[in-house]
């Protein structure tokens, strides 16, 4: 028992003392004790508490305890109010953008978000049921062991993960829980390796129930891959050692995200305090920082104080220090660093964060072991950044692609915009905007507000901003006092008038100057002294920059920003390289090749010389710089007369040869699309394609044909995200921008590329498919034809390409002839003998192994892919054939240019990788190109097998007759993966009981009425009538159940609708009133996949979308008394899984053609398709995510019945109880049933029937329940 004060002893007359009643208390306590186990009670009173207070490890709490307004909210607030007052324009909450880094921020303060992401990796472990597994029959004893030893290990992980959430990583020792992913995931892969070894069919299926776990091994190895890499992320690194260093570039941002995160902590209740490194002077930092944070004492002092607010709040506390480049003497951070490291460790609920400009992280950190975040500004969402930044600043938002790297970083963004505004401009610049121009255009606007009467008053040509930054620039320090400045401005402006007048004040309002300590001053923008010294440098000859580079090489922090600035510089005013100059004094610059390319963005495009070119074809060549360099080509690649922009690049790349260029460029693409890595490859396909439809933007044509060009050339990679995501961004702008489109095209035809040829004719396709004018798809038609006229092609994919669009040419009344796109050239089978083959491929190099591994035998192209294509055919001798393509395949392989000596090395790493399943192998892309070439020439000379085996053999039409599609160049509609079950034309849902079900549902209570999502009203007050849709609703599993497993309660609806006489209400009443729609009554709707979306309704392949019904339809209907036909049909894409442009293909339904003809509806594009009055029919659900749903406004019902036609519905409905075990049906079970119809009846949607039902397994009969739908529309609340 503690109370601040001592009892005393003796007592007053009437009274007794607080001692003897404490005694007395105790003994009455002792005497409750009935169990007899010995319990102590001890008081501590004032005597004793200060004894333990004053003790040195308390002295923390004593203060955090006893001194009030130390480390109070209100403190904390007032800190970092003044913090962020310090920090000026660097600070400005409106302009956030979320970035990466904040992750590690979350991480080190031990906060809810990152235990979130071990919640999820638990619940996904879970999920894939380990306890539950069983090995496979009949081959149990193969299994026992693997899957025994699976579950141990699955289970220390679960255990080791509950350890690290109930810890909060405090004293957890992580190496355990590496240990035990890794000995997990060694064993799932021992199991995965059984299933193929022992539970494969000769066609490659599992056999028995061996599908079942090798999906549960899926799932739970994904899981622990997830947990392996947050294991080794440098987020958990800060997580467990508390401290974290965060890097990035000058003005990306740091100091803007310490303060606002400190800021969201201290609303929060987290204890944060935080120092600019600007406010350190040069005597030792870490004997500064009480005194930087406005407290009293030592280093221990704070440390001890944030400990005890840590252990009071349940908060990790965290100590921030931004910048510590910017301090007097950065070089003194490397001691006070690892001395702050060292005494941080020793206080468990202290955080310790460092951010530094990478530039200077060796000389102010040192250390290596430290967890570290690089901050990318907005690189990460750039596009956001500026169009925040652009209503901001009202000006127009961008219309084209945003590359410069500079506008991923905040203070350049800020400045470039206040630049365009203070100009009144309202656009931004396109293109390298040269760096010297920007800053010279703010210093410019900033000087025409300060030289106005109500400001400073001067005349605006004396340029005086310009003059204070030039001679500031010449202090040899980035700091400086305010007696300097006084000098300097008041020598170029007298002062005359009072203080908010001055060209000082002005500098300070403006954001040019900001204040870092008492009367210490740094620029606002750090370049802007870089680019003044720069230039300044500049005005000097030839030969005296030559000297003063000298001196430069051996000065440190100016001389980098100096350098920089100097490679941007130098080639405007001397027509001279950095690196050449360098070169020529005998002076070895590190950083010079770094300076050289980063610049090449800021670079002025007439500073671009011959020599400039010269360099950029060396460093393409070396794989020491190639991809940075890249990068920088990449920006400049879409600016109309850049000497470097696309036209160059596709020059570069077109003159060689397929094997070297996929080497280089082909593999410098993989994982361009990585959302951990920036990539302007990403910049460019998602401006191109936008997630977001609205956000298109028109661009001029230059600038189309030259992002057309590139997007041409990312083609060739074999990394299939950004391969097939660059195939439909050429499709999207290529449909806004057709005539850049078809001049690219002309070029990119003649690429020596298969790969890229059969996708940029895919993209032609895409366009004559997506409701082109007939100037555009006969356009695409004469450059294809005159390119194909003379080379051909035996690619079966190009080839079905180029038919589609002469076909659709055709119908827009295209008159030339088309080239034949068949060959008859007679096909020789031969192929390299397979023992020599053998020798390839064997000890003790196994040079081609990987090639022919994969083509032969078991190997995964040969089961899943060439076998089952060859299959189509009707050979001579089958089997002959079956053993010779590999063979083919492999010679063609090696003609490609495929060598180990240039691939082996790329192809492994590929191989060895699990982080992206969609890089592919360049072996594999060469054979994909063999194989559909082979394709090619086999439908030339041989007939094809007809699905049917009484129907004799077929003659080629179409690829689908052959192979599976890659993807639908057609459609660019994205369909969101996840999204609320809650749209408007999804407007009710199922409701269940809170908490897991204990019991079978018995009656139709939570169910929706099928009326409500019939008639729909969407956000715009427009109606709408549901045609066909199949929602489902499944009861919401918390994650505290999801180790328990228990069961959940499920509801189903399948809405289908028919086109029926107008006419014929009441004999559809008569016939549909008794009618229970579960016995299967009427027929379903087609269900395509493996075709085009842009060729329905009309091409063959879309008959089972007609809306008639064949002759197995009509025996489903049982007597049905009026003719009927289908609305329409369910379109499943592919029907594969290659197709990479999105995360799932957008599956959606369709109408029928028949709806199509009587409605005159317009040809649909991604699932929307229009009359005269705008969208007529379409399922809304690409857009909003959702379930699926065709809906058809409302007003042309009355169109229909002037056309002879309404509409009658079937509902059905269940409503179950789900078990997740492996258990099908675990015991005697119950569900209800039911289902519905109505009809449009005199302009009105009404009930014709309905009927609900309690089903249960161990009885035949049906109970019937009770279920009272509305009768009709009328009835909706609206």
């Known amino acids: 028992m503690i109370f601040p004060i001592d009892l005393p002893d003796g007592a007053n007359k009437g009274r007794v003392s607080a001692y003897k009643v404490w005694t007395q208390a105790v003994e009455k306590w002792k005497s409750l004790n009935a169990s007899r186990k010995e319990i102590q009670f001890t008081y501590i009173g004032e005597h004793e508490l200060g004894s333990l207070l004053t003790e040195g490890d308390n002295s923390g709490r004593l203060k955090y305890w006893l001194e009030q307004e130390i480390l109070s909210p209100a403190q904390q607030r007032e800190h970092i109010e003044d913090i962020i007052a310090k920090a000026g324009p660097r600070y400005s909450p409106a302009l956030n953008v979320d970035v990466k880094a904040l992750q590690s921020l979350e991480a080190i303060g031990r906060t809810e978000y990152y235990f979130l992401r071990w919640r999820q990796i638990l619940t996904a472990l879970r999920s894939a049921k380990p306890q539950s597994w069983s090995a496979p029959y009949p081959e149990e004893t193969s299994f026992v062991e693997a899957v025994t030893s699976c579950k141990r290990a699955m289970a220390s992980v679960d255990q080791g993960i509950c350890g690290l959430l109930n810890s909060s990583l405090e004293n957890l020792e992580l190496s355990v829980l590496e240990a035990y992913v890794d000995s997990a995931i060694e064993s799932v892969d021992l199991v995965q390796e059984s299933l193929y070894s022992h539970t494969t069919s000769s066609a490659g299926h599992f056999v028995g129930n061996a599908a079942i776990l090798y999906t549960y091994t899926q799932k739970s190895i994904q899981a622990l891959w997830d947990a392996q890499t947050l294991l080794e992320s440098n987020d958990t690194k800060a997580a467990k050692d508390g401290e974290l260093l965060i890097l990035g570039d ?254 000082f004040k002005g500098l300070l309002d403006e954001g040019i100057l900001i204040e870092i300590d008492n009367n210490q001053f740094a620029f606002g923008y750090q370049r802007l002294g870089d680019i003044a010294r720069a230039q300044k440098l500049s005005s000097l000859s030839k030969k005296e920059l030559g000297m003063r580079l000298s001196k430069l090489e051996n000065e440190n922090f100016q001389a980098l920003g100096t350098l920089s600035a100097l490679a941007i510089i130098l080639p405007e005013s001397h027509q001279v390289e950095l690196i050449d100059l360098a070169n020529e004094n005998g002076i070895r610059l590190p950083s010079v090749i770094d300076h050289f390319i980063e610049g090449l963005s800021f670079r002025e495009a007439s500073s671009i010389s011959h020599r400039t070119i010269e360099i950029v074809c060396e460093l393409l060549e070396d794989r020491r710089w190639s991809r940075k360099l890249l990068n920088q080509l990449i920006r400049l690649a879409c600016i109309p007369n850049h000497p470097l922009n696309a036209n160059w690049l596709h020059t570069h790349l077109s003159g060689q040869d397929l094997a070297h260029r996929d080497s280089t460029w082909s593999s410098w693409l993989f994982g361009a699309l990585d959302s951990e890595q920036p990539s302007p490859i990403r910049i460019l396909i998602q401006w191109a394609w936008p997630i977001e439809k609205e956000k298109q933007v028109n661009a001029d044509h230059e600038s189309a044909y030259l992002s057309m060009l590139v997007l041409g050339w990312c083609l060739s990679t074999s990394d299939r995200y950004v391969r097939d995501q660059a195939t439909k961004a050429l499709v999207s702008i290529g449909e806004r921008f057709p005539n850049a489109f078809v001049e690219a095209l002309s070029l990119l035809l003649e690429v020596n590329d298969p790969y890229v040829v059969e996708r940029i004719v895919g993209a032609a396709c895409g366009i004559s498919h997506r409701n082109p004018s007939s100037e555009t798809i006969q356009g695409i038609s004469e450059t294809v034809a005159g390119y194909f006229t003379e080379t051909g092609t035996t690619h079966l994919l190009t080839r079905d390409y180029l038919t589609r669009i002469f076909k659709a040419a055709n119908q827009h009344g295209w008159t030339s002839s088309a080239p034949k796109v068949t060959g008859e050239e007679r096909l020789t089978l031969k192929a390299t003998p397979r023992v020599e083959i053998e020798k390839l491929t064997s000890d003790p190099n196994f040079l081609y192994n990987s090639i022919w591994r994969s083509l032969d035998g078991l190997g995964d192209f040969n089961k899943y892919v060439l076998r089952p294509a060859l299959r189509n055919f009707v050979f001579p001798d089958a089997a002959q054939m079956m053993e010779l393509a590999p063979r083919m395949l492999f010679d063609h392989v090696r003609e490609l240019g495929w060598t180990p000596e240039t691939f082996d090395l790329i192809d492994s790493k590929i191989h060895r990788s699990t982080s992206n399943s969609s890089i592919e192998r360049i072996g594999k892309k060469y054979q994909w190109i063999a194989l559909y070439e082979l394709l090619g020439r086999l439908t030339d000379n041989f007939k094809l097998s007809s699905i049917y085996g009484s129907v004799p053999s077929e003659e080629f039409e179409i690829a689908e007759q052959v192979i599976r599609r890659d993807i639908d160049v057609t459609l660019l509609a994205r369909k969101p993966i996840q999204s609320a079950y809650s749209t408007w034309h999804s407007p009710v849902q199922g409701q269940f009981p809170p908490g897991p079900s204990s019991g079978y549902p018995s009656s139709m209570d939570g169910v929706p009425d099928p009326i409500d999502l019939i008639c729909l009203t969407d956000h715009k007050e427009q109606k709408w009538v549901k045609l066909l849709s199949y929602p489902h609703w499944e009861q919401e599993v918390l994650p505290e159940w999801v180790s328990s497993e228990p069961p959940t309660r499920y509801m189903w609806m399948n809405i289908h609708s028919y086109l029926v006489p107008s006419n014929s209400y009441e004999e559809l009443q008569g016939w549909a009133e008794e009618k229970d729609w579960q016995g299967g009554w009427m027929p379903d709707i087609a269900e395509p996949s493996n075709l085009l979306l842009g060729a329905h309704p009309c091409d063959p392949q879309w008959s089972g979308a007609s809306g008639a019904l064949d002759d197995w339809d009509m025996k489903l209907t049982r007597g049905l008394p009026v003719d009927i036909f289908q609305c329409g049909a369910l379109y499943l894409g592919t029907g594969g899984s290659r197709d990479s442009s999105s995360a799932g293909e957008s599956q959606a339904f369709v109408p029928s053609k028949k709806v199509m003809d009587t409605l005159n509806l317009d040809h649909g594009v991604d699932f929307i398709w229009t009359d005269s009055d705008g969208i007529a029919v379409w399922d809304p659900s690409v857009g909003t995510g959702g379930t699926g749903s065709l809906v058809i406004r409302r007003d042309l019902l009355q169109k229909l019945d002037q056309a002879g036609f309404s509409i009658f519905w079937t509902v059905l409905i269940g409503h179950e109880l789900r078990h997740h075990d492996d258990r099908l049906f675990p015991e005697p079970y119950q569900w209800v049933s039911a289902s519905a119809s109505y009809a449009l009846y005199r302009g009105r949607i009404q009930k014709i029937s309905s009927h609900a039902m309690l089903n249960s397994s161990d009885s035949e009969s049906k109970f019937p329940i009770q279920w009272i739908p509305k009768s009709h529309e009328d009835e909706i609340s609206i």
Request: glycine share 6%; with cysteine.
């Open 250 to 503: 000058a003005g990306v941002g740091k100091t803007h995200l310490l303060c606002d995160v400190a800021a969201n902590r201290i609303s929060e209740g987290r204890p944060t305090l935080i120092a600019l490194g600007q406010n350190f002077d040069s005597s030792m930092p870490i004997d500064q920082i009480p005194n930087r944070l406005g407290l009293e004492g030592s280093i221990d002092d704070v440390l001890k104080l944030l400990q005890a607010a840590g252990e009071a709040t349940g908060y990790t506390s965290l100590l921030m220090i931004d910048a510590v480049n910017e301090s007097r003497e950065p070089r003194h951070w490397v001691d006070s660093i690892r001395v702050l490291r060292r005494k941080a460790k020793r206080h468990p609920k202290v955080g310790v964060v460092f951010a530094c400009r990478t530039t200077y992280f060796e000389d102010t950190v040192e250390d290596s072991d430290i967890a570290t975040a690089m901050h990318l500004g907005f690189e990460e969402s750039t596009e956001e950044a500026v169009y925040r930044f652009s209503d901001f600043y009202e000006i127009e938002s961008p219309t084209f692609p945003i590359f410069n790297p500079d506008f991923g970083n905040p203070l350049f963004l800020r400045l470039l915009c206040e630049a365009i505004r203070n100009s009144g401009e309202r656009r931004f610049p396109v293109g390298p905007t040269g760096l010297s121009r920007i800053f010279r255009s703010f210093s410019e606007s900033v000087n025409k507000k300060l030289s106005k009467s109500e400001r400073c008053d001067y005349y605006e040509k004396d340029n005086l901003v310009q003059s204070t930054i030039e001679q500031l620039s010449r202090i040899n320090s980035e700091h400086f006092h305010r007696d300097e400045i006084e000098r300097i401005t008041t020598n170029l402006l007298p002062v005359h008038h009072p203080w908010s007048s001055t060209l």
